[in-house]
């Protein structure tokens, strides 16, 4: 099994990281410049730079993981499943539904592997509060949150625009964080029956949070995100004989669960990312040992796949309502 990344920041490197920990070879870095390439080949040991992307696109790779700013991840993504190579692509897998449609088609249509690098989908705290769920009784409600203080503020405080701001990249913090909420809220409750939604833009033009109500019938979920602060509060899912909290909704661990019977933790808050992307890389190795039509019958593959176009019509809509310049 052999893989090649393209981009090279701190996401790329964590990836490779994982894959190491899941029997995954990496085996070319994918950069505009031979020396950014160079150096993170190094510093993974990586045999082989590429710095022509019609040379990724012929090489002989079983995957390719695409991890560079949102706004390529369509045009990258097409280039390489149209030339027969599989993509494991970071979130969002694509800005739009109907770009999404698109790749999955060409996807589909040539027997290739093309899905979202969505960590949470993989942890095994997933399996650890669907289970618990029932012990918890009908539920009530479901708070989930996601507030990281990006690394890159401070930059932009000074006058920078980082790319994670930049809405030319089609990034932002729904793009980027709120993604997470809405893969959480589809993973654990399924397509809701309405989303209503409000964001906050910051002078530069991204938004920097925003909220959103997700309508299942019975109960409510309400879901925040946030770029500019940090926050401790838990992620809540209340029911009539209990809670669930979470600490992390992207990674799905910190997980506790209170009844009036027990309270008791179920899942540690103590587990790396890199743990957490190995259950990621070990998932994406598993999809492309199956042959095409095993792939498309298989259960989790297709529930991503159903969560992925959902994440994204919802995220469309989010954008549509709240004046989103894409
Ligand atoms: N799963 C997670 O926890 C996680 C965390 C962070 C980000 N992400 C996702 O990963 C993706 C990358 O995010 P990031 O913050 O790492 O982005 P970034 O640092 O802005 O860019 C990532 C890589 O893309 C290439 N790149 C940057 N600007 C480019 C441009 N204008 N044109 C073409 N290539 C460009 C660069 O590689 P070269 O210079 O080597 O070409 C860079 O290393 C996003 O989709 C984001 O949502 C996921």
Redesign the pocket.
């Known amino acids: 099994m052999g893989i090649a990344v ?7 490197d ?2 490779v990281l994982a894959c190491r920990g899941a029997g995954v070879d990496v085996r070319a ?5 031979k020396e ?2 160079r150096s ?1 080949a190094e510093r993974h040991d990586i045999p082989l730079v590429v710095t022509d992307f019609d040379a990724l696109c012929s090489g002989d790779f079983d995957c390719i993981y ?8 369509f045009d990258q993504s097409k280039r390489l499943l149209e030339s027969g190579v599989s993509v494991f ?4 897998i694509t800005v739009t539904a109907e770009q999404y449609l698109q790749l999955r088609g060409i996807a589909d249509g040539k027997g290739l592997f093309y899905d979202c ?3 949470s989908a993989h942890s095994p705290g997933l399996d650890v509060i669907r289970r618990s769920i029932p012990r918890i009784g009908k539920i009530t409600g479901a708070h989930l949150i996601f507030f990281q203080r990006s690394s890159r503020l401070d930059r932009l405080y000074s006058g920078e625009l ?3 701001f930049n809405m030319e ?1 089609q ?1 932002g913090a729904l ?2 964080l709120g ?1 997470y909420n809405i893969y959480a809220a589809l993973e654990l409750f399924g397509k809701p029956l309405s989303a209503d939604s409000k964001t906050s833009f910051h002078s530069c033009g991204c938004d920097y949070s925003g909220s959103a109500i997700f309508d299942y019938g019975d109960f409510h979920a309400v879901l925040s995100w946030n770029k500019f602060a940090d926050s401790p509060a838990p992620s809540v899912i209340t029911g009539e004989n209990g809670w669930i909290s979470i600490s992390s909704v ?1 990674q799905f661990r910190g997980i506790r669960l209170h009844t009036k019977d027990s309270d008791c933790e179920l899942y540690s808050d103590d587990v790396s ?1 890199v743990g957490i ?1 190995a259950y990621e890389a070990s998932y994406m190795k598993s999809m492309l040992m199956l042959a095409s039509e095993e792939r498309l019958k298989n259960a989790v593959y297709s529930e991503m796949k159903d969560c992925t176009l959902s994440a994204a019509e919802i995220m469309d809509g989010i954008r549509k309502s709240n004046g989103f310049p894409f």
């Open positions: 393209v981009g090279t920041s701190n996401i790329a964590e990836f870095v994918y950069s505009r410049k950014t390439g993170f695409v991890a560079t700013p949102n706004l390529f991840h692509c970071e979130k969002p690098a969505m960590m980082p790319n994670i990249l990034a793009m980027d993604v992207s990312k992307m």
